[in-house]
Structures are given as structure tokens and as C-alpha cells.
């Protein structure tokens, strides 16, 4: 079946987004597919749904999981303008509640809702990771640093007139399906689009009172090379590989340490110097560091009960509390 909503084009640049993944494993490219279907509608509607299970052969409740888990693929038709206010806890300390705040009241909308012109959507959002710059919000991804109600007005404002004001740290704005072009991973061909910044003063405020102090880590050498081998010369691997083969011997450890254990009961004999005491050897250890203490019997199954404070076989020590096995586990993990 195909889809009659996306046109050829569409169609085109989904195959070069396939085309980048390595083969079978193109399903990896359902994320860029979802903001190339948003960049057609504005959003991921039902056909945009349709649109990604069908290119990637698989089924839309797949698709529609992964469009419903992250916050930047949206539901509804949305505003060209996506406002995004920061009010998380660092930019919410510093004013960034009364900055939404200010902005529902001008737009008469909520928490994700469209102005009735359909050009401004209004969220309040999680950290956005621009926390040395708080107050922060966002239109269309693009930053507007330490704002405050008023100056927030003066950019909706000026998006209300037709006159998107510059973003503090990007050359200009441009409108959320553009924006969703380039998350497609297609770059803007607009002159000056895209430029680059360097780390601004707030960023960096920690390295340069480092610097003013004088303080550095002992024996920090920024030039360190990165090993790229291990010792015996083979390729270095990854920690979690490392943690994988660990994991991998633990079932021929644990087979290897219960055949141990029945052969060590199958083959004990009763001790020619105890007389016959059949007595496990941890349990006479602990007999002798504690000979007043008393050896629970053992009960009608043969089983004897587990040591409290004050049994000789308990050796005062709930069980578990010996760290050997710990520490050889650890070790052999390692
Ligand atoms: S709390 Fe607002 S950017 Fe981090």
C-alpha cells in the first residue's frame, strides 16, 4: 500500500535516510524518519505513522511507540513558532515559571497548545541543557538566553509580526518544519542557515575562575593519548564488553562450583581424629572459637537450623555475612 500524503520527494529523501543505515538495519532509521514526516505536516499525523511503518516494514503501533515516547515528535498540527520555556529547576529559580506564565496569559494557550491563528504553539519544557544561561527558552530549538517576562513578550511579539528577532547563539531562526528538515539530517540550504559559535563566557565561568586561581588537577595532561590497544597488544575492548564476557562465564563457574560441592559430600568420610564426627569442618571452627555455645540438633528432615546469636554453627553471624564468596566473585568478575 502506499501512502498518497508524501510525494515522490518524500519518498526520495526517505531512501537516502535509509541509505545511510548499514542493511538490515535500517528500522535505526525510524527517528530521522519521523522529523521527515513532520517536516511535510508539522507534525507526525496518522498518514506520517503509515508513511514510516510502510518504508520500513514494520507496523504503525511500532512507529507510533517511539513518536509517543519523545517530546520533540508532536501529535497535533503545531504552530510554525514551537516556544519552549525552560521550567526546570535551575531556570525555574531564576524566573522561568513567571516567564511561561506571562507568555500562556499573552497567547491565551497552554502547555501545549496552538494560538488560534495555528502560528505559535507554547510548551513549557524540561532541562534544555542550557542551564549557565537561565533563564532559557527556545523557539523552534534555537536559544533565547537569560530572558525575562518582559523581553519573552518582545520575541513573541516580534513572531506575531512577521519579524523573527535573532536567536542568542544561532544566526537566525527559522520555522519548526525547517527546523525538522535539518533534524532529518538534510542541511539548510538557506544562506547563512547555520553558523557556528564558540563557548560563551557562562560555560566557560568554571575553567576561567580555575584559571584565576590557579587551580588545576595534579598531573592533568590534556595531550594524554587515549590507549588503543590492551597490554598483550589485541585490540582494546569496551567496559561493557569486558562486563559481557564476565557475565558469559558465570553459569560455567556456578556448574563448575556445585559439582565441586557434591563431590566434596559424596566422598567425605567421617574423620579418624574426630572419632567419627561427621560435623561440618566450618561448623567445628566454629565450635572451637565458642565451645560453651550450644549446636542445634539436627531436625526430623536431618537439617539443622539456622544459627542465631550464641550457636557455635551460627557463629553469632547472620547468613550471608561472610564476604569470601563476595570478594572471589567480584574478583572473578573483574
Ligand atoms: S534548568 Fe533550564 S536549561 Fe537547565
Redesign the pocket.
Known amino acids: 500500500m502506499t501512502t498518497t500524503v508524501f510525494t515522490e520527494t518524500v519518498y526520495e529523501r526517505a531512501r537516502a535516510i535509509l541509505a545511510r543505515y548499514p542493511e538490515g538495519r535500517e528500522r535505526s532509521a525510524l527517528l530521522p524518519l519521523l522529523h521527515l514526516v513532520q517536516s511535510e505536516e508539522g507534525y507526525v499525523s496518522p498518514a506520517g505513522v503509515a508513511f514510516c511503518a510502510e518504508v520500513l516494514g514494520i507496523n504503525k503501533a511500532q512507529v507510533g511507540a517511539v513518536a509517543t515516547f519523545y517530546t520533540m515528535y508532536k501529535r497535533r498540527p503545531t504552530g510554525d513558532w514551537l516556544v519552549s520555556v525552560?521550567?526546570?529547576?535551575?531556570?525555574?529559580v531564576?524566573g522561568?515559571q513567571q516567564v511561561y506564565e506571562t507568555l500562556s496569559e499573552l497567547l491565551g494557550v497552554g502547555h501545549d497548545e496552538t494560538t488560534a491563528d495555528g502560528r505559535i504553539t507554547l510548551e513549557h519544557?524540561?532541562?534544555?541543557?542550557?542551564?549557565?544561561?537561565?533563564?532559557?527558552m527556545t523557539v523552534n530549538y534555537d536559544f533565547f538566553d537569560n530572558v525575562t517576562p518582559d523581553s519573552a513578550v518582545e520575541v513573541v511579539e516580534a513572531l506575531r509580526a512577521g519579524t523573527p528577532p535573532k536567536p542568542s547563539r544561532a544566526p537566525r531562526l527559522c520555522t519548526l518544519k525547517e527546523m525538522a528538515v535539518q533534524l532529518a539530517g538534510f542541511s539548510d540550504p538557506r544562506e547563512g542557515a547555520v553558523g557556528e559559535g564558540v563557548a560563551g563566557a557562562p560555560t566557560l565561568r568554571g575553567v576561567t575562575l580555575a584559571q584565576q586561581h590557579g587551580i588545576a588537577v595534579h598531573g592533568f595532561d590534556p595531550d594524554t593519548p587515549i590507549p588503543r590497544k590492551d597490554a598483550d597488544g589485541t585490540p582494546a575492548r569496551s567496559v561493557p564488553a569486558k562486563v559481557a564476557d564476565a557475565v558469559k562465564s558465570v553459569p560455567a563457574k556456578v556448574a563448575s562450583a556445585a559439582t565441586a560441592a557434591k563431590d566434596a559430600v559424596t566422598h567425605r568420610k567421617p574423620s579418624e581424629s574426630s572419632g567419627g564426627d561427621v560435623k561440618d569442618p566450618e561448623v567445628r571452627a566454629a565450635e572451637a572459637r565458642n565451645p560453651d555455645a550450644r549446636t542445634p540438633e539436627p531436625d526430623a528432615s536431618g537439617r539443622t537450623a539456622p544459627g542465631n546469636t550464641g550457636d557455635a554453627a551460627g557463629d553469632a553471624k547472620p547468613a550471608g555475612d561472610d564476604p569470601g564468596p563476595q570478594r572471589q566473585n567480584l574478583k572473578d568478575a573483574q
Open positions: 525552560c521550567t526546570n529547576t535551575m531556570c525555574d531564576l522561568g519544557a524540561e532541562c534544555l541543557a542550557a542551564c549557565d544561561y537561565g533563564p532559557v
